[in-house]
């Protein structure tokens, strides 16, 4: 639908909605689209990936149609720097919006703050420190862990089992729902929840208005700036700006997983078995890394897991292994098992279709682990993410695109706002096959030039939908980068607002100086260490099979 700005002004505060002339300027977007898939599917060998995107195309042939009235829609407010997603992008861009003196709304589809971290309960946090214990994002995202641990939601950063992290973080996603609504009301964020992002209005390269839909109706917001820290890049969407979904050359995306948590977990029982069963497990922890983890965490399982599918004992769409850790309450694990590919987060049918089959996958994982894994004969599924957690969909085309050589060479930038220590973690759109590269040995810079869209000036993007390609997105994407990249573009967009410039005639240098003095963490040659007692972690002496290695901190 195309929003007009009302004739001559008549009514400063609402904006008409107009129905689409019959020169729909719509329509060649999708025949575009259309085109750009069956191309795409030329080139793959695979014949189910060509009938997948065959099909896909298909659905996005206009449908049968009907016309809208023209109506008027309110305009309910007018800050200065808007943000659309409570998410962790989110969340980090409000925050330091409105800390740097800017009036900033902040609009959410939910009645709750948080987005993967509290709607689809991903948990832990990844990764805040790098390989040699120090900790690099710091900043909101760390005042966050802090007050966490204050409210005794988490027990802070801890050695990590699963993976090569240095770190992890896990939380109680209700105490982090408290935090989130504290945080934001300290900061002078308003808030507006239960509101739904549906469209944006852009005239001469700046986005004018947005429309969100409540319960209130339709409400029109004429902001300054914008950031879309939506996941989906949905508003870069709705104006026509560039974009890209998915891996290079197929459009292939990542799988999705629903989080649950599990209570009534025995932990000695689970550590005991742990023990006895140490060869199950990822690179035989011994007994000494076990007991020295206060928070378990929990990979392995893969040859058990092929012969439970075998036996139609274990969803066949689900992860390969199992994966989880254990939360801040009492007796509670959060498992990240379940799996689903072929699923496009910006498809309400593919929604729709993974919500219904990853519950189920849930339901019978767990009934795999109370039968094989020691402590959870009395455990109970306590509750499944509000909704599906979606890795990946688009990526908008910004003025500089972060390629994998940027992840691995440790690549600073001039104009760096926030940093990452991730692996490139990479789950498969297809096969079983888990890439993950380079946790924590590399620590790089992400550019503000990746959060800016091409054509408009008033726009920032943060959190997974920055620009990157398919191989770095996979470490861009996690909560705790996102967290740090949205500190990054809420504190450009507030000193754009109060210079009166636009986001490419900003001094990022400027916003670096700004950012360094509120506690983010940027390879500045010659800058201070942020680095505390307490924070570096140090190695563990085991002898398990790569003890002093495999995640190989414990805090002192």
């Known amino acids: 639908m195309n929003h007009v700005v009302q004739s001559g002004d008549e009514s400063p505060h609402s904006i008409s909605e107009a129905s689409p002339s019959t020169e729909n300027v719509e329509e060649p977007k999708k025949k575009t689209k259309l085109q750009r898939s069956l191309n795409e599917a030329t080139d793959m060998d695979n014949s189910k990936a060509n009938n997948a995107i065959q099909e896909r195309a298909e659905q996005e042939q206009p449908r049968d149609c009907v016309m809208e009235p023209v109506r008027q829609v309110p305009v309910t407010h007018e800050p200065d ?49 790098d390989i040699h214990g120090e900790q690099v994002i710091r900043g909101i995202a760390g005042e966050v862990v802090e007050r966490l641990v204050s409210l005794t939601a988490s027990p802070g950063h801890v050695t990590d089992l699963t993976f090569d992290n240095a770190s992890m973080t896990p939380f109680d996603p209700e105490g982090m729902k408290l935090l989130l609504f504290d945080m934001a009301e300290e900061a002078g964020v308003e808030l507006l929840l239960h509101s739904a992002f549906v469209d944006a209005v852009a005239e001469g390269g700046r986005v004018r208005h947005v429309i969100v839909e409540n319960k209130s109706g339709r409400q029109a917001i004429r902001p300054k700036f914008v950031i879309d820290c939506s996941a989906d890049a949905d508003v870069v969407a709705r104006i026509g700006a560039p974009f890209v979904k998915g891996r290079e050359g197929d459009g292939a995306l990542q799988p999705v997983t629903l989080f649950y948590r599990i209570g009534g977990v025995d932990y000695d029982a689970l550590r005991h078995w742990m023990k006895a069963n140490r060869d199950l497990l990822k690179d035989s922890p011994s007994d000494e890394e076990i007991d020295s983890h206060e928070t378990l965490a929990f990979l392995g399982l893969s040859d058990l897991v092929k012969r439970a599918m075998e036996a139609g004992e274990y969803p066949q769409e689900a992860a390969p292994r199992i994966l989880m850790y254990q939360l801040p309450n009492d007796g509670q694990i959060a498992v990240n098992c379940t799996r689903l590919q072929g699923i496009d987060g910006t498809q309400v049918e593919d929604l729709t279709r993974a919500e219904i089959a990853t519950r189920r996958q849930a339901w ?28 990946e969909t688009r990526r908008i085309v910004g003025d500089y695109t972060m390629a994998k050589e940027d992840v691995l060479s440790s690549r600073a930038f001039p104009d760096g706002i926030a940093c990452g220590t991730f692996a490139i973690d990479i789950h498969p759109p297809d096969g079983k096959t888990q890439i993950f590269t380079g946790s924590g040995r590399a620590v790089y810079e992400i550019p503000y030039r990746s959060l800016l869209p091409q054509g408009v000036d008033n726009l920032l993007v943060a959190g997974r939908c920055i620009s990157a390609t398919h191989h770095a997105f996979g470490s861009v994407r996690v909560m705790a980068t996102a967290m740090a990249v949205g500190q990054g573009a809420g504190t450009a967009a507030a000193l754009a607002v109060k210079q009166g410039v636009t986001s490419r005639a900003l001094n990022t240098d400027e916003v670096r100086s700004l950012l360094l003095q509120q506690g983010q963490y940027l390879l500045e040659a010659g800058a201070p260490s942020m680095m505390e007692d307490n924070l570096r972690l140090k190695r563990i002496q085991g002898a398990g099979a790569r003890a002093g290695h495999h995640n190989p901190f414990v805090q002192t």
Not at 110 to 127: E, I, Q
């Open 81 to 129: 720097v808007l943000v659309i997603g409570a998410g962790p992008a989110g969340i980090g861009a409000a925050v330091a919006a409105a800390r740097n003196g800017a009036k900033v709304l902040l609009v959410e589809r939910y009645g709750f703050l948080g987005g993967n971290l509290t709607a689809a309960m991903v948990n832990p946090m990844f990764t805040f420190h």
């Open 364 to 391: 019978q994982i767990h009934r795999f682990l109370r039968k094989h894994v020691g402590g959870f004969a009395s455990s109970y599924i306590v509750d499944t993410g509000v909704q599906v957690g979606v890795r």
